[in-house]
């Protein structure tokens, strides 16, 4: 038998057992209820306008609203925080390099998009009056001391080190083709599907296997994609599936994941997606305009089916998506109707620094975090995605071998700011696009407030609008403002010559375009 003082020993050790137990458990069940990492994904669409779209950025409803349809689009606006004022840079590569480096383009110097390794483009090098720079025409490199090339610690190798699976689909355009930069595997993907030194598809086709085996589209062949080879699956739709099966494989690994859905859709080719033609062809469109029509529907059905999957896997919640475009939509070529008037009310389209080719359509969902159906009129530009998404993983303590220019628009997200439009933003483009129209031609751009200036490098002239009065940019009030003038020539100076951008010279008498403050002074 035992003894009482026995008895209230074992009750004593007992106790102390369960006490231990009980605080283990709830060590576990904190340690289980720490939320895991967000997901991230960057939903990419390619030349897509500010009014390419159903969803309106604007203070009321355009003729473009009512013409294009973006369901999917608007779901994600009423989930999420709408930015009317974000930019990116004219041309698809700057862009892209910005995003995965946090570096503006006057500091990456990949300012025009690349092509072929080494090679300046013959629009560039026979420019009638400028001597276009020595720009990075590689593009992004991972190695330190490629010629021509930026080096530079990427986002998805961040991303990648904090335990992120990484996930690319689509259109890369990172690096010339015969580099090291135009495969994603290289900058810290581990999963590439689509991607190479190619700005455009050979074919959305399925049935043209997206270029694959047909000679005169071979510089465009979309890779990794031969389940699809033969059958009448449009790309962005094949895009899509294999963008679902890459999440679900990530979460099988359980890892969180940071899936780059860069859709090739709306670049040129501008060809049909059948399944949504006949609506557009009814409404008596342009034949061109009918199909691009059809490309904007493809993409949107892209972001429904990602964001219906997130539902049916219980991972929405979870996951944070980002909607941007690349450059403004195409105008000034291969359209159907009058040139340049593709993005109304805004002026000119892709290739211009006028809003047309800048100012981008963009959305961010993250439930819990983001106020759903919220607006902001903050300016973001697109290398702000990279310290923005950093600060989302709770990656904080990241060194990268560049200097950044972007700012975290987390504040803005989570509601703690309204809007802080006192920051400048800056656009540099020493190059030469091609085609020509209002805001196209070697340029550098500052916007300040309600106000933003340009400088045509070619005759050192100005254009300076307020976009507040004048969103289509047609009155220059350079003459009549001369002290505003003046003003954002100054600030635009100071960081041309802080990140030592590259400037043209002029091929007449070989001496370097002046800064701006100095070609105002003249
Ligand atoms: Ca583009």
Redesign the pocket.
Known sequence: MLKKNQIENISEKSLVIAVLLLFVSCLEIKKESSPPKPNIIVFLV??MGWQDTSLSFWDKETPFNKLYHTPNMERLAKEGMKFTQAYATP??TP?RVSLMTGMNAARHRVTNWTSQKDKIHGMEKNHATLEIPEWNMNGLSPVAGDPHAVYATTLPKLLQKAGYQTIFIGKAHFGARGTIGENPLNLGFDINIGGTGA?QPGSYLGTDNYGNGIKRLKPWAVPNLKDYYGKDIFLSEALTLETIKSMDNALADKKPFFLYMAHYAL?TPIMADKRYLKKYTDMGLDPIEAKYATLIEGMDKSLGDIMDHLKEKGIDKNTIILFMS??GGLSAVARGGKKHTHNKPLSSG?GSVHEGGIREPMIVKWPGKVKPNSTTNQLVIIEDFFPTILEMAEISDYKTVQKTDGRSFLPVLNGNITADNKRSLFWHYPNEWGPSGPGIGASSTVRKDDWKLIYYHDDESFELFNLKDDIGEQNNLVSSNPQKAKELAIVLSDYLKKVNAQMPKHKKTGIKVAYPINALNN
Do not use: P
């Open positions: 390619d030349d041309v698809c862009t700005g670049h690349d450059n892709k």
